[in-house]
RNA sequence: CGGGGCGUAGCGCAGCCUGGUAGCGCACCUGCUUUGGGAGCAGGGGGUCGCGUGUUCGAAUCACGCCGCCCCGACCA
């Protein structure tokens, strides 16, 4: 991609409203534009890391089982009068009347909804299990919007519902989801730790958030250094029993936010050396809610005995657009954002320092092709703008690699490499420079 | 929703107290000189001063009302 055909309108200067870096870096780097409070256009670098954190979230729920579809932003209240949460669920639920009078809602959530679609095919113990998810936009009318799109009221979530015959087919459910959420934040280039959550009408062990280590972080997270060692596991969805050992390992250990941190719990179970006391964001949540919804929404099978029985529910959220923010919180520096590669808009940032010189530009062009050719992608700073400009863009921009180009270099025959978050750099070749990018 | 603050050019701000028809830096346009970490000089374009009402000969400036945005708190993916 051609920077000149590609609008990323960077400023040198912080914007006075964004108090939180990702949110700074965000307006900075042009990802994003607000257009209300907690309401956000995405521009084209933003809208292409949403788009890959989509897909990988899209990825590993298709791996797990899950199944997609898309449900509307647009609701009818009737729905959600007849799971009794039209009255409670408050003044963050963003209500709206048609044309005819009619109340509708922007959704906040959609169990109401897939309990409708689910009904229609759910007739028999037969048809279970199910798990279906969706990517769709939410709105939560927040008292307060902030931090840009990490605490915005309109937001982009991958929420799945999972049916199931009974408590012991749903646990195992819960498990193949707690493992994908495992694998998603490994995958989205994040440190990911499950901790046990507020528990459901239900109660029991089966709700747990995930959080994600960033030291700028809006949650304390104090957990046994043990989590952290961990290695991911493996896709292993059908193996109920390994799935049932990776969840107890990953929840055995301690592991709370600070608000249900419980400090004389933390000092007697985990050994000082092994304590970590951190920060991070919560940016998932699994959580176990039996025949709450299907009850009132009649979703039910018919048991092999003849008798009918409520389909047992779990739902799962991954807070998408607020990765993005959370990503940025967990990777940078004091120059600019630091994409993981899962992630980062463009692999390279390609600049030419002297886009008038003829051999510069010829080079340039060249890199750009051989990379492009390799399917790698890259933006292609060819902007008549100044040295500095373009270097300064590209540390702020965080594309992983950086290849530099400049009449120096060119004299020579190379161009300079760079790795966006060590800052090692390297003069190698244009050929050097493709291999080792491939390579990475 | 309670408390606080701010709305003046795309961004950051001054001007307001003490009314006289809008200014600075960055960004943008033109030219020349520059050219490996956000250049220099010269010239230039861009603003219903958030909106409304009022006071006044005259309002960015004073008064009242409204709207928007931000921060702290309670609440949340």
Known sequence: MLRTRFPVPTQKDDPAEAQIVSHRLMLRAGLVRQASAGIYSWLPMGFRVLKKIEDIVRAEQNAAGAVEVLMPTIQAADLWKASGRYEDYGLEMLRITDRHEREMLYGPTNEEQICEIAAEFLKSYRDLPKNLYHIQWKFRDELRPRFGVMRGREFLMKDNYSFDVDAAASRLSYHRMFLAYLRTFQALGLTSIPVRAESGPIGGDMSHEFVILADTGESGVFCDRGILDHPVPGPVYDDPEELQRIVDQWTGPYAATDDMHEPERFEREVPEERRVEARGIEVGHVFYFGTKYSEKLGV???????????????????????????????????????????????????????????????????????????????????????????????????????????????????????????????????????????GA
């Open 300 to 438: 039910v099978v018919d048991l092999p005995d003849g008798s009918r029985v409520p389909v047992e529910m779990g739902s799962y959220g991954i807070g998408v657009s607020r990765l993005v923010g959370a990503i940025i919180e967990a990777g940078h520096d004091d120059r600019g954002i630091l994409w993981p590669a899962s992630v980062a808009p463009f692999q390279v940032g390609l600049a030419n320092l002297r886009q008038n010189d003829p051999a510069c530009a010829e080079c340039a062009a060249a890199m750009y092709d051989s990379l492009t050719g390799a399917g790698v992608e890259v933006l292609y700073d060819d902007r008549d703008e100044r040295a500095g400009t373009k270097l300064a863009d590209l540390d702020l921009l965080g594309f992983p690699w950086q290849v530099v180009v400049g009449p120096r270099g060119v004299a020579q025959g190379v161009v300079e490499l760079r790795a966006r978050a060590t800052g090692e750099s390297a003069e190698v070749s244009p050929e050097d420079a493709l291999q080792r990018i491939q």
